[in-house]
């Protein structure tokens, strides 16, 4: 690799962490100013809150790394373009081609490393995240329980007007249960308990009303003191629980077992999705050195092109993610996507490989 080539690696490498820092850091804060609240009331929901946070970046980086790819390339040769720099390298001989080689060894190497992050790691944090999402409602209900707000634990949400602590004032739960009649409870005033290792409420001077699904009609019970349970049902061996699709492996995904199950499509879909979302990475950096480079040739600037470059990069993804919603029916949408996916990457190839005239 020759030094001009090693100089672009450099700078599109530096820009590209920066970029994906400050991108990964803004919805970090957004994401703590949202869910920290219920948190700050416990160091162990504190830690257990910078846990999680923790355990979102590799989804957040799958997103996130092929938009920081394209800002970097657009942000760079734009750069290189203000400060004369592509028509010197242009003049000493380098081709769009020798430019553009660097940025695309990069590239690759963002798309493998979201390969790994989007087969291995990705349905790992997400099944961590569910593990300890179960933890927290066990063992953290006073945490998780905000006040102001409608709660729900599995068929059960509640409303609690004010909470000190584990006591709470002001409550209104409602329990829909399958195939019973569903009640709502009234309440002055309870406490957030933990027994038997699951999370209740104790429940002091209120009414349950109870609706019969079959005639209509409503019976009120009034009451001194009462309890319910805020753990779903089954889930008193939270280790045992079924997978939700984004805990699967891509393997288990893509399964030819899966075809006899009822959602098996949505299945595939997701399996291919995952397979298709690091190409994003290749993509966009193509899109982006296409028209930065031949922009350098154009008298009208790089403002169009750059215009250009967003937009094509914009309606790719749009397309397809309408494609692999499709394929959420039909095996023609995934297809459909991953033509147009790698089309557009092998025409991006095909253009910086074509030597262009000054």
């Not at 996130?64 to 657009?74: C, Q, T, Y």
């Not at 080689?101 to 490393?113: N, Q």
């Not at 429940?203 to 079959?214: D, F, I, P, W």
Request: proline share 4%; glycine share 6%.
């Amino acid at each position: 690799m020759k030094k001009i080539e090693k100089y672009i690696l450099k700078e599109i490498s530096l820009t590209f962490f920066f970029i994906v820092g400050i991108l990964v850091a803004s919805l970090w804060v957004i994401q703590s100013l949202k869910f920290m609240g219920p948190f700050l009331k416990s160091s162990e929901g504190l830690l257990s809150f910078f846990y999680l946070i923790l355990l979102t970046l590799p989804d957040l980086l799958v997103i996130i790394a092929p938009v920081g790819l394209l800002i970097s390339i657009v942000i760079l040769y734009n750069r290189f373009h203000a400060d004369r720099e592509l028509p010197v390298m242009f003049s000493s001989g380098y081709s769009v081609w020798q430019i553009a080689r660097p940025a695309l060894f990069f590239s690759g190497g963002v798309t493998l490393f979201i390969y790994v992050l989007s087969i291995f790691i990705l349905p790992a944090s997400f099944g961590r995240i569910r593990d300890m999402e179960m933890q927290l409602k066990s063992s953290l209900p006073s945490v998780l329980v905000q006040e102001g707000v409608f709660n729900s634990f599995g068929d059960i949400t509640i409303y609690v007007n004010n909470k000190i602590g584990n006591n709470i004032k002001g409550i209104i739960a409602h329990v829909q249960e399958p195939n019973k009649n569903p009640y709502t409870i009234i309440a002055r005033e309870g406490e957030l308990v933990i027994e038997d290792r699951m999370p209740k409420i104790f429940m002091e001077h209120g009414t349950r009303q109870e609706k019969n699904l079959v005639s209509g009609e409503l019976s009120v019970l009034y009451f001194d003191r009462t309890i319910i349970s805020l753990a779903e049902e089954g889930k008193s061996t939270p280790h045992i629980r079924p997978k939700k699709p984004y805990e699967l492996s891509v393997f288990e995904l893509i399964s030819p077992d899966n075809i006899t199950l009822p959602h098996g499509q949505k299945l595939y879909a997701e399996g291919y999705q995952r397979l298709l979302s690091p190409l994003y990475s290749m993509a966009f950096a193509m899109i982006g050195l296409c028209f930065l480079l031949y922009a350098s040739f154009r008298r009208r600037g790089q403002s169009l092109s750059i215009f250009q470059a967003i937009f094509v990069a914009l309606v790719l993804e749009s397309l397809s993610l309408f494609l692999m919603n499709l394929g959420a029916q039909s095996w023609y949408g995934i297809f459909g996507a991953y033509v147009l996916m790698i089309g557009t990457i092998f025409v991006c190839f095909l253009i910086l490989r074509k030597e262009a005239k000054i």
